[in-house]
């Protein structure tokens, strides 16, 4: 396992410093400080479309927000694909999978998830401050800690936080997760973390 996970630290160190060398295609060469006027949703859109690329892949480690009664921690690795803006909405859709370890103690399991995700700018000088969230549904390889227990394979995750971004390509951001099987199972344990996120565009 420790080589799976070199290679995917690896994987995504090379992409970000191929996208980080890549030529900028026309959309790149926009100003880093573009400023739209409030009234003019028409511009901002196509701000948007420039200046959102149509991918992104991430990093994800979460700590509990509470105290647990074993050591947990969460790695998750994820990847995002950018939808069609909707109408005259600013809200940017997007679609999104990973995969993540679960740490709980001595013991490790593995989380796919699969669902919606979603972006949206909170400032209008290169777009640079949105406030993100996603919800999706995750199968777990491994819900059963033994002092700790998560009810069952199939569990629910939502959360919400901030992106900012730190190069043209690169954001980091802060979200606050919420993981439980929506009373699906006898035993409904709900994890809930904070999250910090090293990412890139391509």
């Known amino acids: 396992m ?7 630290i ?24 573009f400023e739209i006027p409030e009234t003019d949703q028409t511009n901002l859109k196509k701000v948007l ?21 074993l050591p947990i921690n969460t790695k998750e690795l994820y990847f995002q694909r950018r939808l069609p803006l909707i109408g005259d909405s600013l ?4 679609f999104e999978a990973s995969i993540s370890q679960l740490n709980v103690g001595e013991g490790k399991g593995y989380v796919w998830g699969l669902g919606p995700a979603a972006a949206i700018p909170l400032t209008e000088s290169a777009n640079r401050l949105y406030l993100v969230g996603h919800a999706k549904v995750n199968y777990l390889t491994k819900h059963d800690y033994g002092r700790k227990r998560y ?11 901030l992106q900012t971004k730190v190069s043209y390509n690169t954001f980091i951001s802060y ?6 099987n929506a009373d699906r199972y006898e035993v409904n344990p709900a994890l809930e973390t904070h999250t910090m996120t090293l990412g890139v565009n391509f």
Not at 2 to 8: F, G, N, Q
Not at 56 to 67: A, D, N, Q, V
Not at 151 to 161: E, I, K, N, R, S
Request: a positive charge; charged letters at 10%; aromatic letters at 12%.
């Open 151 to 161: 009810g069952g394979q199939v569990q629910w995750t939502y959360g919400f936080g």
């Open 10 to 33: 690896g994987l995504f160190l090379t992409l970000f410093v191929v996208t980080a060398n890549a030529e900028r295609s026309s959309y790149f060469n926009l100003p880093e400080v």
């Open 175 to 180: 979200m606050w997760i919420h993981m439980s």
């Open 91 to 94: 809200l940017i859709p997007a």
């Open 49 to 69: 479309n420039g200046l959102m690329l149509n991918n992104s892949i991430g990093l994800r480690y979460g700590t509990p927000s509470s105290k647990q009664i």
């Open 2 to 8: 420790k080589s799976l996970t070199a290679l995917i």
